[in-house]
């Protein structure tokens, strides 16, 4: 059975072509033109992925993404006709896997879509495992995390991570004592070419930290190492 993909474009043609090249994939789709209805669908169907655009004419795409993610770990997309890094980061902060701008071809939409899905099966504890290693806990300073049950805990205090987020947080642990790039960590993880000006690997690890209560100034658990990378001591 194909999963199930929510849309949400006020622009008609856009939604309508999405839906069309999904669904001729196999996948079902729920499409709307507003976010207040796309809220219900939210809340009534199962949903596998949703791509969401930012400017809605009711609610604003980065407000359904934040209600998404109070209860829901599946991938989201946005859609966006601004090449900004800084509404790129602001997604990807308030838990948005992916950021598409505007005009794309529809193929673009469809291959996101299946990695961002390969991506959520691979890490979701939920589902079969993909990579199965020796080793699918790791327990120190306080931070737990377990690959077989997708749980984190942090000082004995559950932490609600994505599946983006406890992905990057197991290959950290994975590598425990060494520096980790970003060039090394976006492939690993995303599974796709790293680009110099990227900013999605940093934008998650911001959000990481917040979540994990890491101090801005000086984090104990994951630390920079400026001009090389990431790493957990």
Not at 107 to 127: D, I, M, P, S, W
Not at 135 to 145: K, S, T
Request: glycine share 6%.
């Amino acid at each position: 059975m194909k999963e199930s993909i929510l849309i949400v474009d006020d622009e008609k043609e856009i939604a309508d072509l999405l839906e069309v090249y999904l669904k001729k994939d196999g996948y079902t789709v729920y499409k709307y033109y507003n976010g207040l209805e796309a809220l219900k669908c939210i809340e009534a169907k199962k949903l596998d992925l949703a791509v969401l655009d930012v400017m809605l004419p009711d609610i604003e795409g980065f407000r359904i993404c934040q209600k998404i993610r109070r209860k829901y770990f599946y991938p989201i997309i946005m859609l966006t006709v601004k090449d900004d890094d800084a509404d790129k980061i602001k997604g990807l902060t308030l838990g948005a896997d992916d950021y598409i701008t505007k005009p794309f071809h529809p193929l673009e939409v469809v291959a996101r879509v299946k990695n961002q899905l390969r991506r959520y099966v691979k890490f979701n504890g939920n589902t079969k495992r993909v990579f199965d290693t020796v080793r699918d806990e790791y327990d120190f300073n306080g931070l737990m995390i377990n690959k077989s049950t997708h749980r984190c805990t942090l000082l004995n205090k559950e932490v609600t991570l994505t599946p983006l987020e406890f992905s990057i947080l197991w290959y950290l642990c994975e590598n425990r004592g060494k520096v980790i790039s970003s060039e090394e960590l976006f492939e690993a993880v995303w599974g796709e070419k790293y680009l110099n000006n990227n900013n999605t690997v940093m934008a998650h690890i911001g959000r990481l930290r917040d979540k994990l209560k890491e101090p801005a100034k000086n984090p104990q658990l994951i630390k920079t190492v400026w001009g090389v990378g990431y790493t957990i001591k």
